[in-house]
């Protein structure tokens, strides 16, 4: 009681669930009043509208400001325009002037988008990124927010990247010209095809099924471990089951590939797979600071270096209006090529001839995807950055590091890389709807606001948001208050804590800040138990596994969550078993070398994703025993077993 199940939480953001568990205030009046203004909307959109707008407005102040709106793209994983353009489009639909947009406007704005006549830059992109006002305005009858451009793109792409699949053959090509992507992808096949396509060995392909005509319930089984593994690789998967999916839900659908494909095309614009990044530094900037960019940052300075190393004045800030006359285009891919890349569009005044001619310089490159001529003159942001993601994979262009140079970058990637724990936890708070996205743990949790945010989702209520600084941007003393302050929670909480202040939390100390999440994650599985049963703990736990292992007639244990014998992932596997008949045990190796101990690993985190656990660890943290990731493997095994 009084805890979101664990299966539930993905599907809300943490603004909605500090709400759910936090006394009405005088908003609620104001929030039914602005409604009654518009009879033209039933409850139930009211409701999703409003759902929607807590999305947006993370500080939980009425009105959603730039830095909100700021933070809500950047999740999303679209391009994000320059501050500057946001308040922009805030201004363009802030009737009273305040600079933000509070409930009254918002609802103003999904009238218009209600009646297809929205036309604002604010209105379409809140609708690009809400899969809640998705529904809502498609169910209407309004225009729909499917983008044509894109569902050609990622069916081109698809075609393309999975034709010598052995998994797809039959299935492919999709005609790109109609909507047969939408049952195309309802089996969950090819989504689990170009999950591995993205981040290659993420799906154990021996746990999809694929023979023979598959029923619903094959097809679901398929579609929950691609969405868990998705959410696995940095997808955030909200408001999108395996039903969507079946039910052909065009706009979910295009927004789950575009997740995937993004992250196979951001997975090596980093410096550990691509050093050569060490020259995009700028003046008075050291590593650190280059690590904290984000891809599309990335991809955007390395696009400003070639335009500045071939003297070219302009610079680009977006990858939607700043590339619409194809002129950085020309120049970037000349820059990058020059035997092979003429000028000659700029001497072309048509700008869709323009860019057709810069799209003939990228064949020769073998890098012309996922644009045409008319995405590039639009100024499709998604498209766009996809194109440069590509070129970048294709020819960065960069000068190869000296050996001094080389050093020092390893010296500052052993020091920084984190672990495989800080990745875990990175995707965990991911998955819970918590804004603003975590990239990097250490330096994304320092002003105290995402730990709150968390603590609050894990035990809802504990956090009293009078006391916590809100308002960005923050001095380094508002960061210690609120990080102060989640120290005194977690003590709260029962946690270890013990040397634990929050200025180290805000100076990012590694140990300290991942001592303090870890309790968190553990904390979050074992409230997601105890409300499914009552009062577990991790005792109970190892006895529930063991007793539902020996019910199955296996004879495999766990002794602790340091079991050595866990390595082979044999218990795992017959403890999945046991909830459902799901292994083929013909498939499964003794594990006694290290290879043959990981592909069991593998296959068992792939049944564990279809059984419908949502989990974060790698193949190497089962075989390397890690007692923290297999507590959270045991927790999420336990919660489906439960809920089946």
């Not at 989702?457 to 504990?462: D, K, L, R, S």
């Not at 929050?502 to 309790?519: E, F, M, P, R």
Request: one cysteine or more; glycine letters at 6%.
């Amino acid at each position: 009681p009084g805890v979101t199940p664990f299966y539930l939480l993905s599907s809300f953001s943490s603004e909605t669930a500090i709400a759910m568990h936090r006394s009405l205030s005088s908003k609620s009046a104001d929030y039914q009043t602005a409604a009654k203004a518009h009879p033209e909307f039933h409850k139930e959109q009211i409701e999703a509208f409003h759902e929607a707008f807590k999305g947006f407005d993370t500080d939980n102040d009425g009105a959603i400001s730039v830095n909100e709106l700021e933070a809500a793209l950047t999740k999303a994983g679209v391009n994000v325009p320059p501050k500057a353009a946001l308040q922009k489009m805030i201004d363009e639909v802030d009737t009273d002037k305040s600079g933000q947009v509070d409930w009254p406007e918002f609802l103003q704005i999904m009238s218009s988008l209600l009646s297809g006549k929205d036309a604002t830059a604010f209105g379409q992109h809140v609708k690009a990124v809400s899969s809640g006002i998705q529904k809502t305005v498609s169910a209407s009858g309004a225009t729909h927010s499917m983008s044509e451009e894109e569902k050609v793109s990622f069916v081109e792409h698809i075609n393309s990247s999975l034709a010598n699949n052995p998994f797809c053959k039959g299935r492919l090509p999709i005609n790109p010209a109609n909507h047969d992507l939408f049952n195309a992808v309802g089996d969950g096949i090819i989504l689990c095809a170009l999950i591995n396509h993205s981040v290659p060995e993420t799906i154990d392909m021996r746990a999809v099924n694929t023979k023979g005509k598959l029923n619903t319930f094959m097809s679901t089984e398929n579609l929950n471990l691609a969405i868990n593994s998705a959410k696995a690789i940095g997808c955030t998967v909200v408001n999108v089951g395996a039903q969507d999916i079946i039910g052909a839900s065009n706009h979910l659908i295009l927004g789950l590939l575009w997740q995937i494909i993004r992250q196979g095309l951001v997975a090596n614009v980093s410096l550990s797979n691509h050093p050569e990044l060490f020259r995009l530094l700028e003046a008075g900037e050291e590593l650190g600071d280059l690590s904290k960019l984000t891809p599309e940052q990335m991809l955007l300075r390395w696009f400003n270096y070639h335009l500045k190393a071939a003297g070219h004045p302009r610079r680009v800030s977006n990858f939607s209006n700043d590339i619409k006359d194809s002129e950085c285009y020309t120049v970037l891919l000349h820059q990058l090529a020059p035997s092979k890349c003429d000028t000659s569009a700029l001497r072309e005044s048509d700008l869709t001839k323009r860019a057709a001619k810069v799209l003939e310089n990228a064949s020769k490159l073998d890098a012309n995807r996922f644009v045409k001529p008319a995405d590039i003159v639009a100024g499709n942001p998604k498209l766009n950055f996809a194109f440069v993601a590509n070129l970048f994979n294709l020819h960065p262009g960069l000068e190869p590091l000296t050996e001094a140079e080389k050093s020092k970058l390893d010296e500052w990637l052993f020091a920084s890389e984190g672990s495989r724990e800080a990745r875990a936890f990175c995707l965990w708070i991911n998955s819970l709807g918590v804004e603003p996205f975590v990239n990097n743990l250490f330096e994304d949790l320092r002003d105290g606001i995402v730990i709150l945010k968390v603590m609050d989702i894990v035990q809802p209520g504990v956090v009293d948001w009078s006391k916590v600084n809100l308002k960005a941007p923050l001095n380094k003393f508002k960061k210690v208050e609120n990080c102060n302050y989640a120290v005194v929670l977690g003590k709260q909480m029962k946690f270890s804590l013990v040397g634990v202040g929050g200025s180290d939390l805000v100076d990012g100390n590694q140990t300290l800040t991942l001592a303090l999440v870890w309790q968190l994650m553990r904390a979050h599985v074992l409230a997601i138990l105890n409300s499914l049963g009552s009062n577990v703990d991790e005792a109970k736990m190892i006895k529930w596994a063991n007793d539902k292992v020996a019910a199955s007639g296996k004879s495999t244990s766990l002794s602790s969550f340091k079991d050595s014998s866990l390595r082979t992932s044999h218990f795992f596997l017959d403890l999945l078993n046991a909830i459902r008949n799901s292994v083929d045990y013909s498939l499964v190796t003794a594990g006694e070398s290290d290879a043959d101990a990981l592909q069991n690993a593998k296959y068992a985190l792939s049944i564990a994703r279809k059984l419908g656990c949502t989990i974060f660890l790698l193949p190497e943290d089962i075989v390397e025993v890690k007692p923290k990731m297999i507590l959270t493997l045991v927790g999420s095994i336990m919660s489906v077993g439960l809920r089946s």
